[in-house]
């Protein structure tokens, strides 16, 4: 029913995690975005933006032709639409799980991916950057602890949705980014609580044996603009 076009990120485990939880049956079409797939005509047909993940529904509920959606928010607001799970139908509850989507789109993923890129993959190390992005990272963990603290449960409220599931994947890298989970124990007891979740042990085991152990100099140069000299 559901052609999901993927990579082992954190974006792309948010689309395995989602389908995994809602019992819709998917099939898997790996995007070696190392060796530059997500630049082929076929794939931007349905990622205009060249990221993973992306899907293709060939059952909507409108009985219509199949329907294409790339970013991973958009995915899982689709996918919580088209079941009616993980996303409240009140209107207070719905507002609660937007606003913590978006936040984690706009907010969360792309700091820790900048964090991620200075503090790791960078070629030069910039302090200024790796400062930067290294105090926004905290300061989102911070703030993400916060609404733990207030919901005493998920991220949106009493209840696991889309919400959690858009954060959850960007979380599984905190040693790597250098966070210190024991200053955040919200997010550390919320942390735990949804790893052990059967759905989400499932989607995150989506494509982490394709995973390479280190990045080559031409995976570098393809995922992050980085010339291939410059990593030698």
Not at 51 to 60: L, M
Request: charged fraction near 20%.
């Amino acid at each position: 029913m559901i052609d999901l076009y993927f990579a082992a990120t954190p974006n792309g485990w948010k689309a395995t995690i989602m389908l995994e939880e809602i019992g819709l049956p998917y099939t898997v079409h790996p995007v070696n975005i190392g060796s530059g797939e997500q630049f082929t005509p076929a794939f931007l047909a349905i990622s205009p933006n060249n990221r993973i993940p992306a899907i293709i529904d060939h059952a909507p509920a409108d009985g219509g032709a199949p329907i294409s959606i790339f970013e991973s928010g958009a995915i899982l607001l689709y996918l919580a639409e088209k079941t009616g799970r993980l996303l409240p139908g009140d209107p207070r509850g719905r507002v609660a799980v937007t606003e913590w989507l978006m936040w984690q789109m706009a907010g969360l993923g792309p700091t820790l991916g900048q964090n991620g890129h200075f503090k790791l993959y960078a070629p030069d190390r910039l302090p200024y950057a790796i400062d930067r992005f290294a105090r926004e990272a905290d300061r989102l963990y911070g703030v993400l602890d916060r609404q733990l603290a207030r919901t005493g449960a998920y991220v949106a409220g009493a209840d696991y949705t889309i919400a959690d599931i858009a954060c959850f994947p960007w979380i599984i890298t905190h040693k790597a980014q250098g966070i210190d989970m024991t200053r955040f124990p919200q997010v550390a007891r919320w942390f735990a609580e949804v790893r052990g979740r059967p759905a989400v042990r499932a989607g995150t085991a989506v494509g982490r044996m394709a995973r390479p152990d280190e990045i080559s100099a031409e995976t570098k140069k393809t995922l992050m603009g980085i010339d291939a000299k410059e990593t030698r």
